[in-house]
């Protein structure tokens, strides 16, 4: 039975579809206009020391746990956990609620490319449609938005109704190296505008968002606590069971600390890059258009960035704006497409193993379409609300009127609240408590050890699986909740200490219970 569970081809493959999974919209989107938001530099350092401290430790812990018990997460956790294995059904379901809006944006990402395309074949002759002018149309017209929902999710099923390795692995192989080769022409093009200098100095001077008037003071450190590690978890699919389940296929020779590290370097890099190619063409053309550097901030530091500021930028290019139009929006196409297809499968892959446990081997197919089914009911509430544009907001069919917080304010804003900044730290914070106080840090040492076994890693691990990752987890879950729902910061301490402190105890005396 056990052979018969689908796994990668090669390392590589697995390592391509990992860092598929990984480089996303939150890459190319989320990053910039979240550096953006908090003044360049800053957040840039708290994002590196976040990855290296609590990503890699939890991507680690995700891949031994999946390729331990060689399950799915509801089943795995089952497995390995008395106390926490309901964290399994948190990991399915997160990825459902992402799902349900990052299809939309998917499609959004879809009518970019054909509206780029048609101004293309126009020939530069029409003059090229302004970023707002697209953004609203798409917004308020639900049919076309649902329509192109549709297609993102068909696409995608098709590829996770292949297989793991001749499906998603096949896809990876030819989309990661495509999209690298795209990011790097859209960054030629971007540092070659005039004053594009003065976007990397926005991105890597310390200080020089504040100092140049970008900003208007430095943010606070839990402010970009909170960002940071939301963007973090979101960017590296930690903490939904999504490496989980692609630790799972993976053979028991392959380093986990060596992929991890890959994994983790290669998406910081593509962030990195997609920062380089998206913040110094929007800082040119916003002096072209002789913004104040507080307005062109304002462009940089919001979900516009991707839908209206770039739009802008390719339509004031001339000619030959429409096609770097294409290449761009394309490469976010593929970068959609490889995340989409990792949160697919880590839904899809509980029933599929159920099925395989009865000896029924060829229910792949059937399942991904039931749940990309499934997906669509949300997804078409989303799609259809056109980020707030409809009349059924949360915010409206609770009756609320005036200015909302963000998270009632549309569909998207709601479950994109609920599942990365809510049920991601949340559940990072469980599972370390788990491993470093409920079981035992060496559940994940052991099996790191099949591949390596250095002394000094053990060391690094229990530390921060015990210690580091528990408490920074508390300290952006309390910076989320306050970004997302507003309040008082010591409020939003106070909460996340009492879970932080509840859970702790409720591991801790798990263990000793196990022991006697
Ligand atoms: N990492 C992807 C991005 O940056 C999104 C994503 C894919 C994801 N799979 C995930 C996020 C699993 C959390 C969990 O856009």
């Known amino acids: 039975m056990e052979n018969k569970r689908s796994s990668w081809g090669s390392n590589l493959g697995f390592l391509l579809a990992a860092i598929g999974s990984a480089v996303g919209l939150g890459n190319i989107w989320g990053f910039p206009f979240k550096m953006g938001k908090s003044g360049g530099f800053a957040f840039l350092i708290i994002y590196l020391l976040l990855a290296v401290f609590v990503g890699m430790i939890i991507m680690v812990s995700e891949l031994a746990v999946g390729r331990k018990t060689k399950l799915s997460p509801i089943d795995a956790y089952q497995k390995i956990s008395k106390k926490f294995k309901w964290i399994g059904w948190l990991a399915t379901i997160a ?72 499906g998603i692995e096949k896809f990876n192989k030819v989309g990661m190296p495509a999209l690298f080769v795209m990011l790097v022409i859209v960054i030629i093009r971007s540092l070659t505008l005039p004053n594009a200098v003065e976007g990397l100095k926005f991105m890597f001077v310390p200080g020089y968002a504040v100092a140049a008037g970008y900003v208007a003071e430095a943010p606070d450190v839990v402010s970009v606590l909170g960002l940071a590690g939301g963007q973090m978890f979101f960017s590296l699919s930690l903490a939904m069971g999504a ?16 992929n991890s590290v890959i994994i983790v370097a290669a998406d910081t890099l593509i962030a990195l890059l997609a920062g380089i190619a998206v913040i110094p063409a929007s800082v040119s053309y916003g002096i072209s258009q002789g913004l104040s550097p507080a307005e062109i901030a304002g462009g940089l530091g919001g979900p516009g960035l991707l839908f209206i500021t770039l739009q802008d930028v390719f339509a004031n290019m001339g000619k030959i704006g429409p ?5 761009f929006y394309a490469l976010v196409l593929i970068a959609a497409i490889s995340s989409a297809i990792s949160l697919i499968e880590t839904v899809s892959a509980h029933w599929i193993d159920k099925d395989l446990q009865k000896g029924e081997t060829d229910t792949r197919k059937r399942i991904v379409l039931i749940v990309s089914l499934l997906i669509m009911i949300p997804a078409a509430l989303v799609a259809a609300d056109g980020l707030g544009k409809s009349s059924f907001t949360p915010a409206a069919l609770m009756g609320i009127q005036g200015n ?5 304010g549309d569909w998207l804003d709601f479950m994109d609240t609920f599942s990365e900044y809510l049920m991601m730290p949340l559940g990072a914070m469980l599972m370390a408590l788990m491993i470093g106080w409920e079981l035992d840090p060496s559940i994940v040492l052991d099996e790191v050890g099949h591949g390596n076994s250095s002394k000094g890693f053990a060391k690094f691990y229990s530390l921060c699986v015990k210690f580091i990752v528990p408490v920074v987890m508390a300290f952006v879950l309390a910076g989320s909740l306050k970004g997302n729902c507003g309040g008082s910061a010591t409020m939003w301490y106070i909460f996340a200490g009492i879970v932080l402190v509840g859970f702790w105890i409720f591991a801790a005396v798990g263990k000793k219970k196990a022991e006697e």
């Open 404 to 408: 909302v917080p963000d998270v009632i």
């Open 95 to 166: 990825p459902f609620l992402i799902m349900s809006f990052y299809s939309v944006l998917g499609g959004y990402v879809m009518q970019y490319i054909a509206l780029n395309l048609s101004e293309l074949s126009f020939g530069g002759e029409q003059i090229a449609i302004s970023g707002s002018a697209a953004f609203t149309a798409i917004r308020t017209q639900p049919f076309g938005a649902v329509v192109f929902t549709v297609f993102f999710m068909i696409l995608c099923m098709v590829i996770v109704q292949g297989g793991v390795d001749s």
């Open 243 to 258: 490496i989980l389940t692609y630790g799972s296929y993976l053979g028991k020779e392959e380093n986990l600390v060596k």
């Open 323 to 327: 096609l770097f139009g294409v290449i």
